[in-house]
């Protein structure tokens, strides 16, 4: 059997190019080390509520074309992302905004909350941040550093703010508004019946193959189809020979509760330190759920090492410089064609995802 694509990944970008090359009349073969299709959007279905296998997913985009083009494969319900952060017994409200300066101040209008935020600043003076809690303060001033950036930060990272380079946060987005809905995008939502749907959508034409390790089976896999489009990670498809580039990871936890209604919220952050999870994903309110169980999943993060699920690409200079290098590598093929955030090296949402997956198609088979 000759394929014309042997397609590595069946996440968001691998599902994109087999969908639009089968519509071609191309023959692929897409293959997955999971066990299940859709990479990190994977949603499946546990007590009637969808359960975002890998991290809340939200999707938004203010590109039109984008929007119209996951429209085709599923109706997106009204979800607004307004997560929320839970420092002991105190909620806020994010991204900050009116009702975060409020609770925490009492202020009322923009004028004081903004007299009061530029206040801390210059009680701080701060002119050359040298790390990454100097960096907040100077941009946010102590209290909403101190409960709202500081704890999450170090989780997030694994070490103290004051260790951790500036460049990490170049701005705090800061609302003057009532305002707690997170993205500024034009369209935002949640798929009616989870992710896995639309990819199952996109590969109806191509032969899958589950439980296949590229490199397992590399040089027959090789042999089977006249070009490859590989979304693995792409050190390790040249065998690691200048290196390994470093992700970040996560770890979670889920748990189905005999309660109707756990936190009231999708989303809730954790920002103090001493707990030792980001946040938990309540997965029914992604649907407005009314269904009698709840499904929780509280989200730690990890320390990268080798083997371990590679969730986001560490784009700081080192790591960069070294994926240039492989960039030059995968310049030199003929038949090989990257794509997707292990690929290319680089975090995208799922609405950069698509919008490179339509450039490669529209280079690949329509140009
Ligand atoms: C925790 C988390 C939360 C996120 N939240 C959001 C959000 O709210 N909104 C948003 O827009 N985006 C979000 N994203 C980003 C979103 O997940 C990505 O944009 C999208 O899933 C990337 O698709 P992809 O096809 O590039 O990669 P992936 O989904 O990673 O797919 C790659 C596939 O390739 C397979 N593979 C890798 N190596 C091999 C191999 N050697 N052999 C066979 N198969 C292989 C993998 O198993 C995987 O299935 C989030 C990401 C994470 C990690």
């Known amino acids: 059997m000759k394929y014309d694509y042997l397609i590595v990944g ?26 299940h299709i859709g990479g990190n959007i994977y949603t499946k279905e546990v007590e009637g509520i969808q359960v975002h296998e890998y991290g ?23 979800y607004t992302n307004s997560p929320i952060a839970r420092y002991g017994n105190e909620i806020y409200n994010m991204p900050f905004n009116m009702n975060t300066f409020n609770k925490m101040w009492g202020v009322i209008t923009p004028q004081e909350a903004k007299a009061k935020i530029e206040a801390q600043i210059q009680e701080a003076g701060i002119t050359e941040p040298k790390n990454l809690e100097e960096q907040a303060i100077s941009l946010v001033g102590q209290d909403i550093y101190e409960k709202l950036v500081k704890g999450y930060t170090q989780k997030q990272w694994g070490k103290p703010c004051t260790e951790l380079p500036p460049f ?79 992700y970040r ?23 103090e330190y001493e707990v030792p999870y980001t946040r938990i994903i309540e997965h029914k309110h992604f649907e407005f759920g009314t269904q009698p169980k709840t499904v929780i999943t509280r989200e730690y993060p990890v320390t990268w090492k080798a083997g371990m699920e590679p969730y986001y690409p560490m784009n700081d200079e080192k790591n960069n410089t070294l994926y240039q290098k492989y960039l ?13 955030r292990l690929g290319l090296y680089q975090y995208f949402d799922m609405h950069h995802v698509i919008a490179k997956a339509l450039e ?8």
Not at 61 to 70: A, F, G
Not at 360 to 367: A, F, G, Q, S, Y
């Open 10 to 35: 069946s996440g968001l970008f691998g599902s994109i190019f087999a969908y639009e090359a089968t519509k071609r009349n191309k023959k692929c073969l897409v293959i997955d080390k999971r066990s």
């Open 56 to 78: 809340a997913h939200i999707f938004h985009t203010s590109n039109q074309e984008v929007w119209d083009y996951i429209n085709q494969f599923a109706t997106f319900n009204r």
């Open 168 to 246: 990490i946060i170049k701005r705090l987005p800061v609302r003057f508004t009532y305002d707690n809905n997170y993205f500024n995008d034009l369209y935002q939502g949640i798929p009616i019946g989870g992710y896995t749907q639309i990819i199952e959508k996109m590969l109806s034409g191509s032969e899958v193959r589950l439980n296949c390790d590229f490199f397992e089976h590399r040089e027959t896999l090789t042999k089977e189809a006249d070009k490859i489009v590989f979304t693995g990670m792409i050190d390790q498809y040249y065998d690691y020979c200048y290196g390994t580039l470093e």
């Open 249 to 271: 990871s996560l770890r979670f936890e889920t748990e189905v509760l005999d309660m109707d209604n756990y936190q009231g919220n999708a989303v809730v952050n954790y920002n």
């Open 328 to 340: 030059r590598l995968a310049a030199e093929e003929n038949n090989v064609i990257f794509g997707g």
């Open 360 to 367: 490669c198609v529209k280079k690949e088979l329509i140009d």
